[in-house]
């Protein structure tokens, strides 16, 4: 085959685009990104205003391990593109009747946090977190680092046993308690299985390596927020010959014959391509991009979505020394709250919510002698019965009303700056079916083979990466899901009877303006 059999165009520039479209440069693709906003990053994007800076999306680093294996794949040192500070302590909790615990990775201050809580924890603390390194290995090794191309794969002896031993088959709920008595410490060691956007009741106890992730490893957070990723993976494509267009939002994945033949953008320009990699929300992608006749998807109505959230984005008049880097305030009935959210489709009447203030640990991210706040509130994705017009302020109200409860009373009056994010705005902005701030949900029928694949099931040539694509939603699996579709384009290409050209060597490194 021609040197045509190595086109391919990237649709969207985030996270999983972005290192996808690095990885298949290397591998001797030429690749092109097609974006429809003005920069990189997706909904891992940023938001600047009158000097203050806040992450739109992501606020931590988890699984730094997943980080370096993909610039070490390129054939680069992680710490010349990105430096990570690690969030020490990890965060604070605060509980309902006034009661609160700091999470640290430093054993001995975390025993006596538990021990003040439920006497005697602190030993089954050790034990959950065992479990956890356990679930943390099988998972990366075996789940979520691999394709699976089918049912039999998944259900295959040996991975049933991995699958019974990382505890996949059980709710994370109730696998925590059997650890702790304490409803607090239930509540603080499950909520975690927001990150996915997704119930602790109903995810699948395996997702017990995140409370290990942020203990065991640690909470990172980079220099310059986490939109420094973006900008690092951007920086690395261009070094690696990626092109990138930016303001040219892809109006149609065109197909022929069975098989994707290029893009058309808005305005009518047509760009061929051998192949296409689409990293739009893959729902999204199946209803607005692509051609039903040609690209059904029959399980749309059958698929869970992730929640979605409300958010403050706030620039204080002065610091706010009180807080933590990273805050989490529970509301009264933890498990009714999540019938709520997922079932209901309803803000639940006490909210829970997190607080980020990222100047804390990067003071460039705010004027001098000021904070930037970030709030968000977990709330159901889009929905009939939610009119975020009239129930946007009605949940800011009560967040303002907690805060002044936990001793913050005069925080509203010291707002400098304000911005709001709603579900409506996840979805008109990023492209995200029902405003899903997470994409797709992961329950156990919605993770390995029983999540969409990342290549189209009936149309060749047509891939996928991304949150919503296998393996699943959160930053580190979407650089995970960069590896496995390239891996997939790799071997296609093979098939095709393309010859590939690897690069060995490292490219001089350029610089990418923020």
């Known amino acids: 085959m021609s040197a045509q059999g190595k086109r391919v165009v990237v649709v969207g520039a985030g ?7 690095a990885r298949l440069a290397r591998q001797g693709f030429d690749v092109q990104v097609f974006e429809k906003t003005r920069g990189p990053g997706g909904r891992c994007n940023q938001l600047q205003v009158d000097g203050f800076t806040w992450d739109i999306g992501p606020t931590i680093v988890l699984m730094p391990e997943v980080f370096e294996e993909t610039f070490r794949a390129l054939g680069r040192r992680i710490e010349d593109y990105l430096t990570l500070m690690r969030c020490d302590p990890n965060y604070r909790v605060h509980f309902r009747d006034g009661s609160d615990v700091t999470f640290t990775s430093e054993l001995c201050t975390m025993g006596r946090e538990l021990e003040r809580v439920e006497p005697g924890s602190f030993q089954r603390y050790l ?11 099988i998972s990366l090794d075996h789940f979520v680092g691999r394709n699976f191309d089918g049912i039999s794969d998944y259900f295959s002896p040996s991975v049933l046993a991995k699958i019974f031993k990382a505890r996949a088959h ?10 702790f008595e304490d409803d607090r410490l239930r509540a603080a060691m499950t909520f975690q299985t927001m990150y996915l956007g997704v119930s602790p009741f109903e995810s699948p106890a395996v997702y017990g390596l995140l409370p290990f992730t942020e203990l065991g490893v640690g909470i990172w957070f980079p220099k310059g927020g986490l939109y420094a990723i973006p900008l690092a993976l951007e920086r690395l494509a261009r070094e690696e010959g990626v092109r990138l267009h930016y303001g040219a939002p892809v109006e149609r994945i065109l197909t022929e014959g069975g098989r994707t033949t290029g893009v058309r953008l808005v305005g009518g320009e047509v760009v061929p391509a051998d192949a296409v990699l689409c990293n739009a929300d893959l729902p999204y992608a199946y209803e607005k991009l692509l051609d039903p006749k040609d690209a059904p998807f029959k ?3 059958k698929l869970r979505f ?4 409300y958010m403050l984005y706030l620039g204080m008049k002065k610091k706010v020394p009180e807080l933590l880097h990273h805050n989490v305030m529970f509301g009264r009935d933890y498990a009714g709250s999540f019938d709520d959210i997922f079932q209901r489709f309803r803000v639940p009447e006490d909210p829970s919510f997190y607080v980020n203030v990222p100047s804390h640990t990067d003071p460039s991210l705010a004027p001098e002698g000021k904070d930037s706040l970030y709030v968000l509130v977990p709330v159901p994705h889009q929905h009939a019965n939610l009119d975020w017009k009239t129930e946007g302020p009605k949940v800011r109200a009560k967040v303002f009303q907690r805060l002044g409860e936990l001793g913050f009373p005069n925080l509203e009056a010291d707002i400098e700056v304000e911005r709001v994010f709603t579900p409506d705005d996840w979805a008109g902005t990023y492209n995200l079916a029902r405003g899903s701030a997470f994409g797709l949900a992961q329950n156990f029928f919605q993770v390995g083979p029983f999540r969409p694949a990342n290549v189209d099931p009936k149309v060749k040539n047509l891939f996928f990466v991304g949150a919503s694509t296998q393996p699943g939603t959160g930053l580190p699996t979407v650089l995970i899901s960069a590896r496995l579709v390239t891996e997939r384009l790799v071997t296609w290409a093979r098939k095709q009877g393309v010859t590939l050209s690897p690069r060995t060597e490292t490219p001089v490194p350029v610089e990418v303006a923020a």
């Open 127 to 137: 034990a959950f977190l065992a479990q956890g390194r356990t679930q943390y290995r």
């Open 170 to 179: 059980r709710r994370m709920y109730a696998d925590v308690s059997r650890f």
């Open 306 to 309: 992730t929640s979605s959230g």
């Open 299 to 301: 399980r749309d109505k």
């Open 15 to 21: 996270v999983g685009g972005l290192a996808a479209a």
